[in-house]
């Protein structure tokens, strides 16, 4: 029996016009890692989730419309070792002012073909970004 955690998450792709990435860093953490978060009981699916923490997050506001599912993507937790986060990971737009809510400390826009030495949680280096650039 594996005594490895998994953690479920459903987390958000968002560019701007130049092609760039939002990435967001929580209060206590090193690393930068997707907008997101775990489902709770009342969403009623998983874009409701990513809706509801988006706002939570960054006050902006998704559209549902266009959401583009990239797939279920997997990797060792970027926070709780011994945990592997398993993410239905979507590219959304959003509408209104971005800025860092609740237990967000720092947002930053990256170039996914470009993310030199910045410290990346593995699930987006790894997974995520790759798969978005051409
Ligand atoms: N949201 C998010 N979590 C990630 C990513 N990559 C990654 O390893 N994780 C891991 O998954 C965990 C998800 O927890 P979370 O704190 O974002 O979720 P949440 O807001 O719903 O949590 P809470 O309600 O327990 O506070 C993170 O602590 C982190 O260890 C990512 O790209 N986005």
Redo the contacts with the bound molecule.
């Keep these: 029996m594996s005594s490895t955690k998994l ?1 479920r ?3 958000a792709v968002i560019r701007d016009e130049a092609g760039r990435v939002l ?2 860093r ?1 209060r206590g ?1 090193e ?1 930068l ?8 009981p009342g969403d009623r699916d998983d874009l409701h989730t990513l809706e509801r ?1 988006l706002h ?2 960054l006050g902006c506001t998704m559209r549902r419309e266009g959401a583009h599912r990239l797939g279920c993507l997997s ?6 070792p011994g ?1 592997v ?1 398993e ?1 239905e ?1 979507y590219e959304v737009r959003v509408e209104g002012t971005i800025e860092a809510r ?2 967000i400390e720092e947002i930053r826009w990256i170039d996914p073909a470009a993310t030199g030495d910045l410290l990346i ?4 280096r790894e997974q ?1 970004l790759p798969l978005l650039v051409i």
């Excluded at 890692?33 to 709770?40: E, F, I, N, S």
């Excluded at 990797?75 to 709780?80: F, K, Q, T, V």
């Design positions: 953690i998450i459903v987390a990435m967001v929580k953490a690393v890692q997707q907008p997101g978060g775990k489902r709770d923490e939570e997050e990797a060792p937790a970027a926070n709780e945990h986060v993410a990971v609740a237990e949680a593995r699930l987006s995520i």
